[in-house]
């Protein structure tokens, strides 16, 4: 009962009264999610992380059209709370088995027109995820025209987040797409630079507590949302896209039948190690729905265009990169944009059968658009509809072709989540993995159609190799990722240069870009670097990326601080893999406790004294003390 009154105390103090209350507990009861209804039948929500409030009392809610769920709400009954046992399998992301437990209540309420509304709280021992379940039955559609759902945050919170582009604008007019810098340890309140708000993962700190933000369980009904530009006194609200964000023709708004239940929101709370290790992005997203994933199988692939752009894909430099995945031990290459003018489906064909003798699989780029843009790199608009989808993968599974990188997507609407969906569907009809770019946050989708192996909405490798000012920040916001973009969802970053970038500057070590494939979760890793580069490199780097796994069975937050330093370890069968990443300009000297390990023997492969060299030296598991240059990294291998 203290905690009630505590919770119905500070609604008062924040001008409110609470006419109604309730409360859940996390399994381990750390963590306590409070349900509240004003005296003007409002709803308001709040956690607590050990008695000690995280967020203000937040707004809960729906409208549609002619109804709404914004005040005079009246509470009508509880369940009982429910205990969620779940256990899955991943194929891409940070832990293949996961198991996840929450606790769960239902509870319902009716507006003054009595129509009804049930609010579903599941508190997990790592957060909150709640939604919105719509009851009755109707043929005809309702558009939802407003989420009231909102985070309010106190006002000593500082937060970690990434704009989001307006629509419609950009080269060829390609945005949003995901792919704008990170605002790093900002107050909460600053107004997005754009309209359009912030995206996304959203991270948040709150004395020594860390909150991060985010959506799952899509359903190809309801819109992608973010979060808006203002959020004054600190409450961000959720904001639904702009109506140029669709498909053409297509629904920017969620359109939704009854019975209807929401997209799940989440609200990770802990410590940096609990938000890092999280899995709720995918705990809370619908369950796989392929019978055959026999075909699904992540790795690494060599990719000419990283490096050596348009002009590299003909056939002579696509047959020379096979040969290279091939001595890598890769099990992939990528034929990027406007191959089917310059090698032709015939050629594609060929190279697709020689790499299948050197046992390496060709994945080829398309473009997703209609006339939402103005790009012209092809294959176009030959993916727009079930029939030409159908027509155009049952030709590349003829030929062996094992996936296919779509690109240039037109935003966050509910008819292009919808067009994820059915892609993803029928590539999975043909045995394809799919790797999204100028695309959306990928909200857990990878559990649902495990075929979808990664997608890029991030200023990754690509901006580096544009803008010397993109490169400049490359260790900073590389040290943030694993801690906002890369938290629940695969990531396309396109890592791992060893060499020299074409007119940039590069300003992080060969260490530091020998981490990330690891740092970060990726189901496909597309490395930058070269053939010449990989030639240069001493024998036991090339050794040891012939065995970076595509797959992790655990991973462990070791040591970090986002935009900092990123230590973290991942497992597969019985090897750990560790990766660190130096994001600020002086040398570090670390303290890792590698205990939980067991007794292992290993290597730490870092960065050696002179420019761009490698340094090599045996190590033990338990207390490890590690030197990191500045904006430099090492990586670590045991057995």
């Not at 939802?144 to 000593?156: N, R």
């Not at 045996?618 to 904006?631: I, N």
Request: charged share 20%.
């Amino acid at each position: 009962m203290q905690k009630l009154i505590l919770f119905c105390g500070l609604m008062l103090s924040f001008g409110l009264q609470a006419a109604w209350q309730t409360e859940l507990a996390s399994p381990d009861t750390h963590l306590r999610a409070t349900l509240c209804l004003t005296e003007s039948g409002q709803l308001r929500y709040q956690i607590f992380s050990n008695q000690q409030a995280i967020l203000k009392p937040s707004p809960l809610g729906l409208e549609l059209d002619k109804v709404s769920f914004k005040q005079g709400l009246k509470f009508v009954s509880m369940s009982s709370v429910e205990k969620v046992d779940d256990h899955y399998r991943m194929w891409t992301g940070k832990q293949r088995n996961i198991d996840y437990q929450a606790n769960q209540l239902r509870v319902n309420f009716v507006n003054n027109d009595q129509q009804s509304l049930t609010i579903i709280l599941r508190l997990s021992d790592d957060g909150l995820a709640y939604r919105y379940e719509l009851s009755g039955s109707s043929v005809s559609k309702y558009n939802v025209t407003a989420e009231l759902s909102g985070f309010h945050f106190y006002p000593t919170t500082r937060a970690w987040l990434q704009f989001k582009a307006d629509a419609q604008t950009g080269w060829s007019n390609t945005n949003p797409s995901y792919e704008e810098d990170y605002l790093q340890n900002i107050a909460v309140g600053t107004p997005s630079p754009t309209q359009a708000g912030w995206v996304f993962p959203a991270l948040f700190k709150y004395k020594d507590t860390w909150i991060a933000l985010s959506e799952t369980g899509m359903d190809g009904h309801y819109s992608a949302t973010n979060l808006a530009q203002y959020s004054d006194d600190g409450l961000y609200r959720i904001r639904f896209p702009d109506p140029a964000e669709t498909v053409t023709p297509g629904q920017h708004l969620p359109q939704i039948s009854l019975p209807y239940q929401t997209p799940w929101r989440l609200v990770v709370v802990g410590d940096l190690a609990t938000v890092t290790n999280s899995t709720l992005g995918t705990d809370l997203a619908p369950a796989n729905q392929l019978a055959d994933t026999d075909f699904i199988q992540p790795g690494m692939s060599a990719w000419s265009w990283g490096l050596l752009k348009d002009d590299a894909t003909v056939y002579p430099v696509q047959k020379q990169f096979i040969d290279y995945a091939a001595d890598m031990h890769w099990p992939y290459v990528l034929v990027d944009a406007d191959w089917d003018q310059k090698i032709g489906y015939q050629k594609i064909a060929e190279l697709a059968e020689y790499a299948a003798t050197k046992n390496v699989g060709l994945l080829l780029w398309y473009n997703s658009s209609g006339d939402w843009n103005k790009t012209v790199f092809s294959p176009k608009s030959v993916l727009l509809t079930h029939q030409s989808r159908v027509a155009e993968f049952s030709k590349l599974q003829k030929i062996g072709i094992k996936g296919v990188k779509i690109d240039f997507f037109p935003g966050d609407g509910a008819s292009v989540m919808q067009y994820y969906l059915d892609i993803l569907k029928d590539a999975a009809d043909h045995q394809l993995l799919v790797n999204f770019h100028g695309a959306t946050l990928p909200r857990g989708i990878q559990r649902t159609f495990p075929n979808f192996v990664t997608a890029e909405a991030i200023k990754g490798f690509e901006m580096i190799t544009f803008s010397q000012n993109v490169a400049n920040n490359e260790a900073t916001h590389v040290a943030m990722l694993p801690f906002t973009r890369n938290l629940f969802d695969p990531m396309d970053f396109t890592p791992m240069v060893l060499g020299d970038i074409p007119n940039i500057e590069r300003k992080t070590t060969n260490g530091f870009q020998l981490a990330l494939p690891v740092l970060f979760i990726s189901g496909i890793q597309h490395l930058v670097t070269t053939p010449e580069q990989m030639e240069r490199v001493p024998h036991y780097v090339k050794s040891y990326l012939q065995t970076i796994p595509g797959q992790w069975d655990e991973s462990r937050f070791i040591q970090g601080y986002p935009g900092k330093l990123a230590v973290i370890a991942r497992r597969s069968g019985d090897t750990w893999y560790v990766a660190g990443v130096n994001g600020e300009q002086q040398a570090k000297h670390l303290n890792l406790d590698l205990s939980f390990m067991g007794q292992k023997e290993g290597v730490l492969i870092t960065d050696g004294k002179q420019s761009r060299s490698f340094s090599q030296i045996p190590v033990s598991t338990g207390k490890l003390a590690v030197s990191v240059q500045a904006a430099g990294g090492f990586v670590m291998q045991f057995n």
